[in-house]
Every structure is written in structure tokens, then in C-alpha cells.
């Protein structure tokens, strides 16, 4: 069994547990595949076990591949979908991070994690991803995102106006600084902190949340993931800001926008023990109310 992995860093305080886990690799005969750039920085701290092999990019990541583990927080995890694209390999969470929304599987439970894997003791949750299309060529090879596309206005610029349509009908223009279309997966992050809904990963929907509307009567709203949502953007700027989880360019605001489900979905693990609902208690604090302490 072979298993890619990859992370951005190797933290002091990580070192003990990253050997630990090559370790349990190794107890269980799982050849490790690590990532070139993150293989140099381990290689003076962390013994590996002799099968270690490298990748450097999605092209190296081939059929016999069963398992791609990120070791970090959700950011890193986002990372990894950029290299999975649609190979369909299960991605593995494991949290180095701090909240580990998505990177649901903590330090404390490595061991029962590779044990798992091995024996294939898990649940693969089966995620919505969102493809970007545009009139100019935006993010290279992967225009597409597991939690969010969003539109901002440049920092030095005034509020924007983004006419948004659903299958070519107008739907709204908004007077913001910005507009989210959020996937399910997604709805727990940026789209949240803006007072976004919490949605289910297999609600089959996506949200479209204003970032500081100027109007009172503007909340976000749940829409279809069949939906092909199309932007026009007015700006007294001539660029605006477009992301896709964490990456940004920057074009012209007379660009040609349109966002929709992509045809293939993303896998990620979790163990038997955890589900969403247990993630929106421990991690998000849902429903906590101090007077029961």
C-alpha cells in the first residue's frame, strides 16, 4: 500500500509525532510517497523507512497511489486538492493546525489513523468542489476550490457593484465589498464568519453570502449546486480581486465570471468515530451553553 504526503512545514514542536508516524507507516508495511520540497526539510530530523519514495507534483501521483495524507491544518489540506485534481485518491486529514475543521483527525489519534487506513476501517465523505470559468485564463490548471470563490474589491477601492445571475437571470446586484459563493464545505468558514448558514456536506446546494452589503435587506441565500452562477462587476477601479479558497489573482473588473459544480468530487476520510455533526460540536462549539457548566 502506498500513501502520498504532504505538508508545508516541520515545526519544533512537531518533530515527535512526525517520526511517530512515519513509524506506524512502516509497523504496517505502507510505503510513504513525500512530497520533494517538504522530504528536504524532514530529511536532517525524521528517519524514514527505506521504501520512501518522492513526488513533486500531480503528474507523479500514479494509479497505485490508495492514500493522500496532509499533515497540518485546513489550509494545508486546501493544498492538497490542487495536487489531487481529479484522481480521486482519498485525502487524509491529519491536524497540525489549530481549529482542523477539515483536517479532522487530531496528533492524539495517528496511531488509530494508519491503523485504519491499513485495515480500511474508515467512511470516504464525498465533497462538492466548484469549477470557475472565465473570458481570460485565471488560475492555470485548476480552476476550481473545495470551499469558496469570492470576489473583492481592491483594498484602495470603494465599495463594488456585482451583478449576479442564476442560469442567465438576474438574480441580484449587490453594493458590497465583496460576494461568496460557497460550497457546502465552505459554508463553515469564510461564508460563516459573515453570517452565512451552516449547510450539510450532502445538502446538494451552494450559498451565496455578501461581503459588507450596503443594504439592510441583503442576506445570504441557498441556491441549487446545478445552478450556474455568472458575475458582472462595476468598479470605479479598474481591478478587483478573485480568489479560490486561498489563492488570489488579481484582473480586470471587466472580466467575464461564471461559477458552477465540477464534474468530479473530492475524498475525504474520516475515521468511524467522528461526523459532522460531532465536528460542529467540538470545533465550532455549536450549541455550547455555559449555563450547563
Known sequence: MKVAIYSRV????QQQD?????DELDKEQMIPVVYEPYLKTINP???LPASTETFSGTEDLSED???FISLGGDGTLLDTVTLVRNKRIPIVGINFGRLGFLAGIGRDEMTTAVKALARRSYIIDRRTLIHLDSNVPLFHDVPYALNEFAIHKRDTAPMVKIHTYLNGELLN???ADGLILATPTGSTGYSLSLGGPVVFPESSSFVL????PHNLNVRPIIIPDSTIVSFEVESRSDDIICSLDSRREIVNKNVLLAVRRENFMMNLVRLNENNFLQTLRNKLSWGLDRRNF
Open 209 to 212: 453570502t455578501p461581503i459588507a
Open 45 to 47: 530530523h525524521i528517519s
Open 173 to 175: 446586484t449587490y453594493w
Open 10 to 13: 516541520l515545526d519544533s514542536t
Open 18 to 22: 512526525v517520526q511517530l508516524f512515519f
Open 65 to 67: 497511489i490508495d492514500f
